[in-house]
């Protein structure tokens, strides 16, 4: 099946006896003016939390089609779940970082400023304009790699963490994983141990910006309990740290 489309609107038992399901507005302009679809096409249909349909397209106008249904399901949320802790970079390196880690499967994003971030989403005096039109970019490109990947479930990008939100949540007992080339082991090592206890319901892997974490972030996180490690022996940028811890997440705790 070539393309999925979402409509966020409809509960998880949307399409559970349902016969038809129309999509419209700009989802519907973008499928038939750039993806060209066409009556007699097969597609599948979802609401970016879990539920998904497939069918055949039996009604197409201006701004929206219908889609008959012939084939319906609810993906269940994995565990552990994933979230990603990206720092803000320059560029668009930190908007490749959300991309590929919603193609890899993370369930959550969370932004965050570190203290070597070039970018800076609070600054200007806004009262968080920056910020929120920052956080509405990441969701269009989680939204996107989403439909992309054939995704029943859109990673939530939640509003901007902060290094003491980090460390409370280690503290509270939460899985926080930081990665840096001083690492006091390995990922996969620490993965494998998760995994043979059961694994943590949620676990949060921090990534750094382009300069690294400072000694004070790392003391800072060291301090509250979170795990330092290091991904190999080669340093990553920012953009693929991410994405290439969830794929050693992924394998060692059995959701790939």
């Known amino acids: 099946m070539a393309n999925l489309y979402y409509r966020e609107d409809l509960p998880g038992d949307a399409f559970a006896g349902a016969e038809t399901v129309e999509i419209a507005g700009e989802e519907a302009r973008h499928a038939l003016r750039v993806s060209r679809l066409r009556l007699g096409e097969r597609i599948a249909v979802g609401n970016g939390a879990g539920a998904l349909g497939a069918g055949e397209v039996v009604r197409v106008a201006r701004d929206r089609f219908a889609v008959r ?13 994933l979230h990603l802790v990206q720092a803000l970079a320059k560029g668009d390196r930190d908007e490749r970082a959300v991309e590929q880690a919603t193609e890899f499967g993370v369930d959550g994003i969370v932004p965050w400023q570190a203290e070597r971030s070039v970018s800076r989403w ?12 920052g956080v ?10 989403s439909k992309q990947s054939l995704r029943a479930r859109i990673p939530e990008v939640s ?9 409370d949540l280690a503290r509270g007992g939460a899985g926080v994983l930081v990665l840096h080339p001083a690492g ?33 972030e790392l003391d800072a996180f060291r301090s509250a309990g979170a795990a330092i490690l290091r991904l190999g022996d080669t340093v990553l940028r ?13 394998a060692a705790l059995g959701r790939w």
């Open 69 to 81: 249904l012939d084939e319906v399901r609810t993906e269940p949320a994995p565990s552990p779940r």
């Open 122 to 133: 609070d600054g200007g005096g806004d009262g968080g304009e920056k910020a929120a039109k």
């Open 184 to 216: 006091d082991r390995a990922l996969s090592d620490h993965a494998r141990e998760i995994a043979a206890a059961g694994g943590d319901a949620n676990l949060f892997l921090v990534i750094g910006p382009e300069g690294g974490l400072s000694a004070g």
């Open 159 to 167: 509003d901007p963490g902060s290094l003491s939100g980090l460390c």
């Open 136 to 145: 509405a970019k990441w969701r269009r490109i989680a939204r996107e790699a």
């Open 238 to 250: 920012t953009s693929s740290a991410g994405p290439a811890a969830i794929a050693v997440l992924n």
